[in-house]
C-alpha cells in the first residue's frame, strides 16, 4: 500500500494528521481522532456547528480525491477525513457528556462498517473523493438518526 506524506497538507488532512496511518483499524482510530475536534465544534453556535460541518464535507471531497489520485489507490483504507466527518454529522445536536460522546462514535462506526443499504451502494459504485466520502456521510446521518431515537427514549 502507498505511503501517504504527512508534509504533504492534502496528505495530512485525508489521513487525520496521521491517525489514518494507525496498522490496525485506521477508521476506528480515524473517528477517535475527530472526538477533540467535536468538542473544539461544540463551542460554536448550532448553525455555524452545521456550516463547518457542510464546509469539511465538500472540502473533503476534494482532500480525499487529491490524496486518493496520489496515491493511485481509490479509497486508500488509511484516509480517514471521511470519518471525521461522518462522525461529526453523527453529533449533530447530541445530548451533552462523555457518554452521549461514546454512544455516537459506536453508532458511527456500526453504521460505517455494517454498510446498509444505501450507504453500500455508495461505497460500491460511487467513485473519486464523493465516494470515498458520500458513504460516511450517509453512515453519520443514520447514526444521527439512531442517536437522536436513543436520546428520546431515556
Not at 463551542?43 to 496520489?70: M, T
Amino acid at each position: 500500500m502507498p505511503k501517504p506524506r504527512l508534509s504533504n497538507p492534502w496528505h495530512l488532512l485525508a489521513f487525520g494528521f496521521g491517525s489514518g496511518l494507525a496498522p490496525k483499524a485506521p477508521g476506528t482510530f480515524g473517528t477517535l481522532a475527530a472526538v477533540p475536534f467535536y468538542l473544539l465544534l461544540l463551542q460554536l453556535s448550532f448553525p455555524l456547528y452545521i456550516v463547518v460541518i457542510v464546509i469539511a464535507s465538500l472540502a473533503g471531497i476534494a482532500i480525499c480525491g487529491k490524496a486518493s489520485r496520489d496515491l493511485g489507490v481509490h479509497d486508500h483504507p488509511g484516509i480517514v477525513w471521511d470519518e471525521f466527518c461522518g462522525f461529526w454529522i453523527t453529533m449533530i445536536a447530541a445530548p451533552a457528556g462523555w457518554l452521549w460522546i461514546a454512544v455516537g462514535f459506536a453508532l458511527f462506526r456500526l453504521f460505517d462498517i455494517w454498510k446498509p443499504w444505501p450507504i453500500s451502494l455508495a461505497d460500491k459504485h460511487v467513485d473519486g473523493g464523493i465516494g470515498i466520502m458520500l458513504d460516511d456521510l450517509i453512515a453519520g446521518a443514520y447514526a444521527f438518526l439512531a442517536l437522536q431515537g436513543i436520546a428520546l427514549l431515556v
